[in-house]
Each structure stands twice: as C-alpha cells, then as structure tokens.
C-alpha cells in the first residue's frame, strides 16, 4: 500500500511538472478582438487581425495541409516592415497585393475571398486563393449564338440583364430521340430564383418567362405546368456552366422537383468553439423533392464546368447520383463549403463564415471602405463543411464528370458548342 501510495505521488509530481512545461512552452493567444468590429490602424494590426479571424473560423484546418502558425512567423516581419517605412518609402498595391497572396497561398476554401484595404494608397485588393489554377474565361454569347444554331430548335425563350449576369436564364426545345418528341433545354446562370420572383425590376415578366416555359407558373415550387412535365419532351438539359452558385433553398425547387423523392446528400458541420478543431456534430443534409416534380423518369444531364461553383456543384452531384441523370463537361470548381451572410453577430454565433466590411465586397456593397481612414478587410469563407455520405469532401476537387468534354473556345467562336453536342448525342443515342 506504502508502495502505491508512493507511486501515485510520483505520478501525481510527474504530471504537474509536465503541465508546467506544456504551459510555459505553449504560445499564448493574441488578444481575441471580434473581426466584424476591429479597425485597423497599422499593416499589422490588419494582418493580426485577418490571420486570427481565419485561425477561429476557418472551416476546413482538419483536412488543409498550410502551417498556418508557420505563415504567422513567417510574415509578421514583412508587416512590421510594411509600418517601418509607411512614411519613406510606401507600400504600393502590387507589393501589398503578393504579401497577402503569399500569407494565404494554398488555403483549401475555395470559396475563401478576401479583400483588403491600403488607407496609405487608397486602393483596394482581392483574392481568391483557390481560383489561381482553376478559372477560365468564358464567352457566354458566343455559347448562346451556337445554341441558336441547332437544328430544329424551337420555342426559344430568354432573358439577359447587362447589369446582372445572375438573372440571365434561357429555355428552348431541341430534337429529341423519338420522332416528335423533344429535349427541354434550360439554362441556369445562377441559383437566384427567389431573387428574381422577389425583384420589383420593371422587367420582371421578361426575367421569369424562361423560368415559367421550363417549370411552368408554380416554378418556385417545383414543376408543374412547364415543358419539363410534357408528354413530348423525353428528356432534359441542365445546363450549369458558368453558374457561380446562389441560394441554397433555390435547389429543391430548381433541382429536387427532377427526382422522384428526397436525396440524402451527405452532412454538414460547422465550427462550435474558437479552437481549430472545434466542431459541431456531423448534420444530415437532404436534398428535398417537392411536391410538385416530375411523375415519371425522364433521362437528366446537367452540363456542368470549371465554373460551376458551390449550389451548382451540389445540384451537379445531386443529378451525378440520380439513376436516370448523367454529368457532361468538365470537373466543377470544388467550393462546396455553404455560407451563412455576414451579419455583427456571425462570429459569435457560429465561429466560422465570413467577417469584416462586407461593403468592401462589390457583389455585397459598393466596393468601397465603409472607414477610408482604417485598413479595413473583409473575408468570404465557408460557414458550414459539407461531405457526402462517405463522408467525401469535394473541396478543391470538385465533381467528376461522367462524360468528360473539355471546353473548346475555337469551336464555340465558330458557332459550335461542343458540350451541349455531346450532351444531344448521348440522349439521342444513349452513348
């Protein structure tokens, strides 16, 4: 007894001076400072600041690969180096600009969007990590003019806003396998139905004609009188390329009222503390069918591309794993990850999402420092992972096509859409 009680002492002792060690070697934290309210005074208060947000609420640090303590060490010195000389020698935006690309280099997020503000040379920055090797340039018109060229294409129905390329939607019908009967083309730039449904623009009935010819006047809740549903049409393109995402609410109706019932996606999680690690369980996360969708089988493709992004990855792989649906084109972007908008409060809610001065954001604000004076930021980030029911993550990867056709800008300037041609083929011929 004499010997345990001993050995537990020494134990005991053993575990306190370990405690003792860990502390004293550990890095204490900065000071937390909520990112939706901090003003910057100083390149390195924003670059504390920005690196700290992004340590609390970063969504993905269990599967990314950057040392983000590394980066911190790594770049403070540039920072401080930044403030030493603001007077003599100041720092101009493409210097700026590569610090920053530097410090956030190979971050998985590929929603992560940042934006960042100079006061000492009135200019602003953005990146995007995840698109440096992934975007391309794409000419739309020129996809439309093709379109138009396709024999025996009927009932052509379209709506462009030159301000808003996230209204622009077009329908039409196309020669089917069996004689007489057609494929339902429809075109969508973008998961913002609602938005259109809501808008008081002048133009509204322009804006929802494609929407109504396709799903018909019940559109935001599923199809119901529109091509889709008819007798004649066979089978159905989806056409998603391009399209940057949207709202979440906007894929049961525009993507759900294809299947024949709901479809377990996968789950999400988001952040539960401001550790890097602290996380909420795994949620399920169901793509839900409406009641108004399709009575019978119809074959489905979806044209999906390096652009198709967020909402549109999710309705790419939605219909990926449908029985009767197929994916033509290339791989999707790989930003699954949702987001919640930025509100005061975000931070304190969730412990992950988006922080700073969305005004500085031009597709949320004018672009412009809501404080001129300050070093202001804001940074766009994923709320909630999202894997699939394997527990797969997409993020950077993005989703495979089954028919892979590579985007080709010569043959569409000419007049041929070679995705769309290869997406006939296979539902006129099956292969």
Not at 39 to 61: A, K, M, N, P, R
Not at 285 to 305: M, Q, W, Y
């Amino acid at each position: 007894m004499t010997n345990n009680h001993s050995f537990s002492i020494k134990v005991m002792v053993c575990g306190l001076v370990l405690v003792a060690l860990f502390a004293s070697c550990r890095k204490e934290p900065i000071k937390l400072e909520n990112p939706n309210t901090t003003y910057c005074t100083s390149y390195v208060h924003q670059f504390q600041t920005v690196w700290e947000g992004l340590d609390h609420i970063y969504v993905l640090w269990e599967r990314d690969t950057v040392d983000w303590d590394a980066r911190y060490a790594k770049y403070l010195p540039v920072f401080q180096e930044f403030d030493a000389r603001m007077k003599t020698n100041p720092v101009d935006s493409a210097e700026y600009h590569k610090a920053w690309k530097d410090v956030t280099k190979g971050l998985l997020d590929h929603h992560l969007t940042m934006f960042l503000y100079n006061p000492n040379g009135k200019y602003r920055i953005a990146l995007q990590p995840g698109s440096n090797s992934y975007s391309h340039a794409r000419d739309w018109q020129a996809e439309t003019a093709a379109l138009k060229q396709v024999p025996g294409m009927t009932e052509y129905v379209d709506y462009y806003d030159p301000n808003n390329s996230l209204v622009n939607s077009i329908f039409c019908l196309l020669p089917g396998k069996t004689q007489g009967k057609y494929i339902a083309y429809f075109r969508l730039s973008a998961f913002s139905i609602g938005e259109m449904a809501d808008s008081s623009f002048n133009g509204k009935a322009a804006m929802e004609a494609p929407l109504k010819a396709f799903y018909g006047n019940e559109y935001l809740k599923g199809i119901s009188n529109g091509a889709a549903a008819r007798a004649d049409v066979e089978s159905i393109i989806i056409d998603l390329r391009g399209n940057p995402g949207g709202s979440l609410s906007d894929i049961s109706p525009a993507i759900g009222s294809l299947m024949q019932d709901h479809f377990h996606w996968g789950y999400t999680r988001t952040k539960m503390g401001l550790g890097r690690l602290d996380y909420s369980g795994w949620t399920q996360f169901d793509i839900l069918c409406p009641e108004n969708h399709l009575k019978a089988s119809k074959p489905v493709v979806v044209l999906a591309d390096i652009n198709t992004v967020s909402c549109g990855e999710i309705s790419t792989y939605t219909i990926k794993m449908m029985p009767f649906g197929k994916v033509i084109g290339e791989r999707t972007y790989g930003g699954t990850c949702a987001l919640v908008p930025n509100t005061d409060k975000t931070f304190t809610l969730f412990y992950s999402g988006c922080f700073g001065d969305q005004n500085l954001a031009p597709f949320l604000g004018s672009g412009k420092p809501t404080h001129p004076d300050y070093f202001e930021h804001y940074v766009y980030s994923g709320t909630y992972d999202v894997v699939n029911t394997d527990y797969k993550s997409f993020e950077g990867v993005g989703v495979q096509p089954d028919i892979e056709v590579l985007y080709d800008a010569n043959a569409l300037k000419s007049g041929v859409d070679n995705q769309l041609n290869r997406a006939l083929e296979y539902l006129r011929t099956g292969n």
